[in-house]
Structures are given as C-alpha cells and as structure tokens.
C-alpha cells in the first residue's frame, strides 16, 4: 500500500511551491520543469513525485511525453482549510481597527 503524502509537508519546501507555481499556468515536461532550478534532474523528478503522491500535481502522457499539471481541487482543499484561519484573522484585524478609531476618536 502506497502511503499518501502530507500535503502540507510538501509545499512547505520552496522548490516545491516554485514547481507549483509553474504549471498552475500550463502543464509541463520534466525537462522544461527542471530548465527553471539549478538542481538535477533528478532532483526536480523527486519534488514532482512527492507532489503526485499527495495528489497536487496530475500526469498526462502525450506521445513520449509525460506533463505534469496543477490539481485545482487539492489546491482547493488548502484553500479552505487555511480559510479558517483567514476568517479568525479579519475578525482579529477588524477588532482592532475599530480600538485604534476609538482611540483617535478620543484623542480629538
């Protein structure tokens, strides 16, 4: 049985989330992946298989090719998982705005 990676351990690494950020816009090769880091191939084909074992990324194959692609919906799962805390903040940030307007409405 394959274990399933966290999905949070792997975009905390940068290489990662450089990775992500390139094929959220087109699907890539390895290759043309790996023409944008200064690390090995191999390097990139370990990133990109960690982020296929949490199911970030999908595989197309096209002829010979392999693409790899951004999966919206996991990235959607991150996104409403980190939406609690966003919630919590703007409350936060709303409370004190409205301390910091008090306080200058008392001050005139």
Known sequence: MKTRRDIFQ???DPSRRAII??????????NA???HFD????????????????????QTQEGREIYYQLDLNKMKEIDK???????IWEARFTQLDDVLLTMKNKKK
């Not at 950020?21 to 390895?30: C, D, E, G």
């Not at 690390?39 to 999908?58: D, M, N, Y």
């Not at 998982?81 to 919630?87: A, N, V």
Request: proline share 2%.
């Open 10 to 12: 792997a975009i905390a």
């Open 21 to 30: 950020a390139l094929i959220a816009l087109q699907a890539m090769t390895p």
């Open 33 to 35: 992946i790996a023409e």
């Open 39 to 58: 690390s090995s191939r191999q390097a990139v084909s370990k990133h990109l298989r960690i982020l296929s074992e949490c199911e970030l990324v999908t």
């Open 81 to 87: 998982w980190l939406d609690q805390y966003r919630k």
